[in-house]
């Protein structure tokens, strides 16, 4: 009688999972200063200040890289569209999560396709294309100039006006921020998981070790802040907020 034997757990590439850890800390810090300015104890308007909007942007950018990065290594580990298929519904089911909670707090402007609705649409795009090879960092290129483009069509081809709909508008192609709390459509994001997924691709093809190589003591936490991403996102604004809130009514 012959026995199978268990299929080896994937490696974990430590330096993206810090890099992804980075982006959590990161994150964690604007959240916190979000949530203070929520509470009025400080003052400060996330939705204009450059300070904050861009921070935002460079948060978004960096997790859609490292998502891109992930599919890249996942695919070239033989990832099976079955083990694609769980960490997929696990995405998709607290991206429902976070809709039902932001409604409660933020019921005119909740969260209808934020960054892990998105990340669970762009996942199966980059998914089947991975496999274009180069041509991903020519049409990243071409997903993040829509941003550019978007407006001035818009506005030069009213037909387009319905783009800007809520039923549409996770497409990205929007001559107006709607309003909501998070806000990460397909375009022009999709380029930027695109790029991220050509990145680790070359690295896998040409530099290996800059993926593979052993990380520094100090930066293990960040490695195990970014092998728990989605455990970490889901539970640190509750978290901060519960504390938040002991606080207030402690004072």
């Not at 012959?2 to 604007?30: C, E, I, K, N």
């Not at 996770?170 to 806000?183: A, M, N, Q, R, V």
Request: with cysteine; glycine share 8%.
């Amino acid at each position: 009688m012959t026995h199978s034997l268990p299929t080896p757990a994937p490696q974990r590439f430590d330096r993206l999972d810090a890099l992804r850890g980075l982006a959590m800390v990161w994150m964690t810090v604007y959240h916190f200063c979000f949530d203070l300015n929520q509470y009025k104890w400080i003052s400060q308007n996330f939705y204009r200040d450059p300070f904050w909007t861009w921070q935002r942007t460079c948060i978004v950018t960096l997790f859609l890289l490292c998502a891109g990065a992930g599919q890249a290594v996942a695919l070239h580990q033989g990832q099976s569209w079955q083990r694609f298929g769980r960490r997929w519904v696990q995405i998709a089911l607290c991206a429902l999560l976070v809709t039902a909670s932001s409604y409660v707090m933020f019921p005119k402007s909740y969260i209808y396709f934020g960054v892990l609705h998105g990340i669970a649409v762009m996942l199966v795009i980059v998914r089947l294309t991975a496999h274009w090879g180069a041509w991903l960092w020519l049409l990243g290129g071409m997903a993040i100039a829509t941003k550019l483009i978007a407006a001035p069509a818009i506005f030069y081809w009213p037909g387009l006006q319905f783009l800007n709909e809520k039923a549409f508008n996770w497409i990205g192609f929007i001559s107006h921020k709607p309003i909501t709390e998070d806000y990460v459509p397909v375009l022009p994001w999709l380029g930027v998981m695109w790029w991220g997924a050509a990145a680790a691709q070359w690295l896998l093809a040409q530099r290996p070790a800059l993926l593979t190589g052993p990380l520094p003591g100090g930066a293990r936490l960040l490695a195990w802040m970014g092998g728990v991403s989605l455990i970490y996102y889901m539970v640190h604004q509750p978290v901060m907020l519960g504390l938040l809130e002991l606080v207030a009514r402690l004072k």
